[in-house]
């Protein structure tokens, strides 16, 4: 091992995958550079209790430098990359600055995908970033006061519905906390309006929720969202997002949904560095925008090049694709690391092999389904299952501790403490009205 490693890893992205790699090689000869816009990890999964007053931002992320500062092969840059120089082995920064590599580990993860309608965004947030959570949940709480607030019972209405578009994981995850929210949480805190009359709608296009899940699963965590007051719609596609409201098309015709907050959670497309990729280093993308790649995780002609986590597209050995979550982006990362330790000593490594550790998604308040080989949960059992996997991929211990206490606190008071609005807006648009309501003494 020489005492001054000169192998330069570069990995762009500071999110479950990048952070795996840059951690499996710790005692590594390389010098690794971390890049990231953001300067913390995030943990993704439970974004959207955030984004429902549950969790605050500092609890479910943490500084990259703080994880790695007893790491010292590890640097980490705040920056934005921008474009790869593929043949002089650089990697060049949205302010003109540019970072040689002896090998590059490509994670920068994925965004919304509004199927071809980015005019949607702007009306209908989805859940990627703590901005993204913050602004829903600045969405969610101002329509209660929009609709205390209104005298007209349509008006009120269209703000006491709320469409969630697309019903796989994170969909099924945010109608549940509202469920809660609108029946459990602001019980009783408005004197004007009733929050367990609010409309919450799921909209999925497939015949079910949570296609990925066996169909008895998906059954049940339908069942538990009607519970919590929650109206299934499958077999629906949303046609139109406005202002105002919502269009959908079934079997039966277009219906117009009136309502005011809109949250989208509908499909995913890679990040811009794969057309990057392919630009400039010929890598195939499929219909998402991600990078096939190699067996060996690699680019096709480019083995200094690796892609990891939501951006890259590989078949597992059932011809199944990987698929974009959290524990196949961090064996991805550790495969990734292993492979450089023995190309560095003149070893190889056989092709990466994704082990499904299976799939959860909580519903709600002790409702949770599961799915885990041959194993299938649905009820208490299952949301305990979700709460240890999930505070056991949390990265930091105090954050761990953190938020078992908050579960619990929630668990036992139904209690959302994190319910601030906060952002730019932070008044209900329905001016004037309260004055309406309440005449002058002198009138």
Do not use: C
Request: proline residues 6%; aromatic residues 6%.
């Amino acid at each position: 091992m020489q005492d001054s490693p000169t192998h330069r890893v570069v990995i762009i992205g500071g999110g479950f995958g990048g952070l795996e790699t840059a951690r499996a090689l710790k005692h590594a000869p390389v010098a690794i550079t971390l890049i990231d816009r953001r300067n913390f990890h995030l943990f993704q999964p439970l974004l959207y209790q955030v984004a429902t007053a549950g969790l605050s931002p500092g609890e479910i992320a943490a500084p990259l430098r703080g994880i790695f500062r007893r790491q010292k092969n590890v640097e980490v840059t705040l920056a934005e990359v921008i474009d790869v120089d593929v043949a002089g082995r650089r990697v060049l920064f949205s302010d003109g600055a540019a970072l040689a590599y002896d090998t590059l580990i490509v994670a920068a993860g994925a965004r919304d995908s509004y199927f071809g309608h980015d005019d949607w965004q702007a009306i209908a947030p989805g859940l990627k970033t703590v901005e993204d959570a913050l602004e829903i949940r600045r969405r969610v709480l101002l329509a209660f006061e929009a609709a205390e607030r209104a005298i007209d019972p349509a008006a009120r209405s269209a703000w006491l519905t709320f469409v969630v578009v697309g019903g796989g994981p994170t969909g099924v995850e945010l109608a549940g906390a509202l469920g809660e929210i609108a029946h459990h949480t602001l019980r009783g805190d408005f004197r004007r309006i009733d929050p367990t009359e609010a409309t919450i709608l799921l909209i999925e296009g497939a015949e079910r929720v949570l296609p990925p899940f066996p169909p008895d699963l998906s059954e049940q965590a339908a069942v538990a969202l009607r519970h919590l007051g929650v109206t299934v719609r499958t077999g629906t596609k949303v046609t139109d997002i406005r202002g105002d409201g919502v269009t959908v098309a079934d079997s039966k015709g277009t219906e117009q949904i009136p309502a005011r907050t809109v949250l989208w959670a509908a499909g995913v497309q890679a990040s811009p560095l794969g057309r990057v990729l392919e630009a400039r280093a010929g890598a195939a993308l499929d219909r998402a925008g991600r990078v096939i790649v190699e067996p060996d995780l690699s680019l096709a002609g480019h083995p200094e090049i690796f892609v990891i986590g939501d951006l890259a597209h590989l078949s597992s050995a059932d011809g199944k694709l990987v698929p974009g979550v959290a524990p196949a982006a961090m064996q991805q990362g550790r495969y990734a690391a292993e492979l450089i330790r023995r190309r560095l000593a003149g070893e190889s490594l056989p092709a990466f092999r994704y082990q499904d550790k299976g799939s959860l998604a909580t519903i709600g308040r002790a409702a949770a389904v599961a799915s885990i080989g041959p194993l299938r949960l649905h009820g208490f059992l299952a949301w305990v299952m979700w709460l240890f996997i999930h505070l056991l991929y949390i990265v930091e211990f105090e954050s761990r501790l953190l938020i078992l206490i908050q579960w619990a606190w929630n668990y036992f008071t139904r209690n959302r403490g994190t319910r601030l609005i906060t952002g730019k807006d932070i008044l209900p648009p329905v001016a004037g009205e309260m004055s309406e309501r309440h005449p002058s003494p002198n009138s």
